[in-house]
């Protein structure tokens, strides 16, 4: 059985929007709620692609973002034990 996945440029882009802003709120939200910035912790988040990593990166401002993206590619749940057994 063969699985196709097809996306369509508005939903690629509707993905974009919601994984960059409803991620980044959350975390934001997390920070001021515990009155800390990104410079105050070390981020390590699902491996889903460079593109939304980095945005991720940009907004957040961690001090350290702890990835393995090019070394392991997307490991699904896995990423985050792998992570930090790597760091």
């Not at 929007?17 to 105050?40: E, Q, T, W, Y």
């Not at 990593?53 to 907004?59: C, L, N, Y």
Request: glycine content about 4%; overall charge positive; cysteine-free.
């Amino acid at each position: 059985m063969e699985l196709l996945i097809a996306i369509t440029p508005a939903g690629a882009a509707a993905f974009g929007s919601f994984g960059v802003k409803a991620s980044v709120a959350a975390v934001m939200a997390l920070l001021k709620r515990n009155r800390l910035k990104g410079r105050d912790i070390s981020l390590i988040t699902h491996q889903a692609s460079s593109v939304l990593m980095d945005a991720w990166k940009a907004a957040i401002k961690p001090a350290q973002y702890i990835e393995t993206l090019a070394q392991f590619a997307n490991m699904t749940a896995a990423n985050i034990p792998v992570n930090l057994a790597w760091a």
